[in-house]
């Protein structure tokens, strides 16, 4: 993804405020919309945010740092998620998680050195009878062994 | 525009007609174990394949049908044969099943897995004879995998609105109202609560605008039922949500769904279109004075947003932390109107029970436990899937009859009932019954519906620590005790798992406990302790030989602990997570 100006940024949050297809609009539909959009939520979201909901930029704050599954960085290319839930630990999800981050060159959540993947946890992705689950780039991959994911690793890196 | 039901029944027993009429029919579970399994590329295949042959086929996507290790299950069904099913089909099986069932007729014996229908097929068992299916009695699963969530007029060629039409144009709400009571229908969230005595609370409320929210927050891991149910049959839904807001004089329902869950959020958003269309939502509802509307509310990813107060704060766009109460909901809810909270569930068995009647739904189950359990089975063990068995039958006979038992070569050690707060169980109380009553005689809840089956190989600290870590990371923060509580016995469990405890880190524990159940404000923190309690209680040998013989019983907890890093302000602001820093204005108000 290129990177944006400010003014783009802005632009292209007021359009995703806009035109987001929640009934009823709120700070969060906003910014899920703008996260759908742009992949993150850039500090000129949260101003365009707030002023489109006649919010402060403290409320916005507040609601974009509460829920987990927004981003603050410009996105990465390629996404891998963890599933720890319980069913997956069970079966394996430590050593998944293990393994990726060894071959990320991570400690734990977050985004490679040179910016080509992020890390992610997720505390459960809802395919639990196929645990251990792995997501890529938001597509699940049930019953994931540890080769299995050394080549969905691969592929990535690979850009396919 | 108004359209008699009897009208959309036509057209719809026509359309379903058509599907069986003069050309294949190939159906692919595609809910979201199909997807985990690779449904969408056996599609590909499929799709592919009877282009190349220039065979004329309708190739749909269904929901989960239930077994979901069998997946992806496709099914074919040929005008005038059985409905044959195969599991577990690849992309590189697909040329050999369309060769032998389409192009000659003759169903692959050797990659079927059942059929359905009065034509046998030699050496396959009729679906209702497998052992994962015998048993079972579906009634919010009744469409699941049989009907393509997208299409209205499968759902209503197979019976679907006629309740509605039934109370709408027939019954008035006082007489839904006790059909719902005489059911027994209890809430299916987890905290069991009757139904219709729910709904009266509604009907008292007075106000022109007040809600119905249907949840599928559903964060428990181990429990996808709600979202199955979303992705399998949307209608059903829909349905029980207009009959509820029809009962207790509700105008507005709100769907409200986990952001990032594609599946649900898209079905259920084209069942209200298709709703909206055919004139079953909006104004005068089949042709009668009853207005109604639908949305779906998107939440972020946020365990507690399942709360109902909670959930009701982030329908309105802010951080889902629980609500003081009283007001209770039905006073004051979202938006500050009366408002009914219901599961998914819940709402999917009102459609059957106005259609058939509340005793009729009565007459299932087990005493004050009425009508089926949906239950998730995951795991170590043979056949995981979503199942609906009647109330009152044991978890022994879901484990063994239903999932096959535990993995081959291992032993059932363990059981993670009705959500991370649920608490475990030991394998000798697999012997109780599932309903309300009996769960929580044994220390358990039904809850949510999933079962976690744990083998041998489970430590008891190992899984109290992972569960803890999961209320420690879900926590709201809005409450102290549930706040610090949950890191602290995070903290204890994580130094007895790698056997390095302090004398009295039991007690401490316990004393956290009792001070977050205390003066916690939802079951979030009320519960928090509840998963480490019930594992002291029925395993205290594995504490003890972590705490005085300094080693874990069965090895698990030699593996490094990783977990999400545990406090948000700390993933918010450290630079390695790749987050920018706070905006230096982040504190001006405008």
Known sequence: MTTMDSDSLRTSSRQAIQDQEYPTKTVLSSLLSIEDALGWIPEESIEEVADFMKATINDVWAVASFYTNFRFAPPTPNTIEVCWGPSCHLVGAMGLAEKALDALGLENEGDTEDGAVTFKFNTCLGACSHAPVVAVNHKLKGQCSEDRLSELLTQIRNGS | ???????????????????????????????????????????????????????????????????????????????????????????????????????????????????????????????????????????????????????????????????????????????????????????????????????????????????????????????????????????????????????????????????????????????????????????????????????????????????????????????????????????????????????????????????????????????????????????????????????????????????????????????????????????????????????????AILGSGGIIVADERTCAVNMARVLAAFCQFESCGKCFPCRLGTGHLVEVLERISRSESRPGDLELMKSVGTSMAASSLCGHGQLGYNPIQSALSYFEEDFRSHIVDGKCPTGQCSEPIIAPQRTRPHRWSAPAQGRAPLPAGRLALR
């Open chain 2, 1 to 443: 525009m108004t359209v008699r039901f009897e009208e959309l029944k036509k057209a719809a027993d026509e359309s379903w007609v058509g599907l069986h009429g003069q050309q294949a029919w190939i159906r692919v579970g595609s809910a979201i174990c199909g997807e985990a399994a690779g449904s969408e590329e056996v599609i590909e295949a499929l799709q592919g394949e009877v282009a190349k042959r220039g065979i004329k086929a309708t190739v749909s996507i269904v929901g989960c049908l239930g077994p979901c290790y069998a997946e992806p299950l496709v099914d074919i069904i040929t005008p005038g044969g059985s409905r044959v099913f195969y599991n577990n089909v690849t992309p590189e099986l697909v040329p050999q099943i369309i060769e032998a069932h389409i192009a000659n007729g003759q169903p692959d014996s050797q990659l079927a897995f059942a059929y359905e229908g009065d034509t046998a097929v030699e050496e396959v068992s009729p679906l209702y004879d497998l052992p994962m299916m015998k048993g079972q009695v579906r009634i919010a699963m009744r469409n699941a995998g049989n009907i393509d969530p997208f299409d209205i007029n499968q759902y209503i060629a197979n019976g679907g609105y006629a309740g509605l039409d039934r109370a709408l144009t027939s019954m008035t709400p006082e007489e839904v109202l006790q059909e719902v009571k005489d059911s027994g229908l209890r809430g299916r969230g987890g905290a069991a609560f009757p139904t219709g005595v729910k709904w009266g609370f509604l009907v008292g409320s007075k106000s022109p605008v007040k809600y119905i929210l249907c949840n599928c927050e559903e964060g428990d891991p181990g429990a996808f039922n709600d979202k199955g149910i979303l992705e399998s049959d949307p209608h059903t839904l829909i349905e029980g949500t207009i009959i509820a807001g029809y009962t207790t004089g509700a105008s507005n329902g709100i769907v409200f769904i986990r952001h990032g869950h594609e599946g649900p959020i898209v079905k259920t958003q084209q069942a209200i279109k298709q709703a909206y269309e055919a004139g079953l939502l909006g104004k005068n509802i089949l042709g009668t004075d009853f207005n109604f509307d639908i949305e779906v509310s998107l939440t972020g990813d946020s365990y507690v947003a399942g709360e109902e107060t909670a959930l009701m704060e982030s329908i309105e766009g802010k951080r889902a932390m629980p609500r003081f109460r009283p007001p209770f909901p039905a006073a004051y809810g979202v938006w500050g109107k009366p408002s009914n909270i219901n599961n998914i569930k819940t709402l999917a068995y009102v459609p059957e029970i106005v259609s058939k009647g509340g005793e009729w739904f009565s007459s299932i189950g087990y005493e004050r436990s009425k009508g089926t359990a949906i239950i998730c089975l995951s795991g170590h063990i043979q056949r995981p899937g979503m199942i609906e068995v009647p109330m009152g039958i044991t978890i022994n006979q879901v484990l063994y009859d239903i999932g096959g038992g535990p993995t081959p070569g291992h032993s059932l050690r363990m059981l993670q009932t009705g959500g991370p707060l649920g608490g475990v169980l030991s394998a000798d109380k697999a012997s109780t019954t599932l309903d309300y009553e009996s769960m929580a005689a044994a220390g």
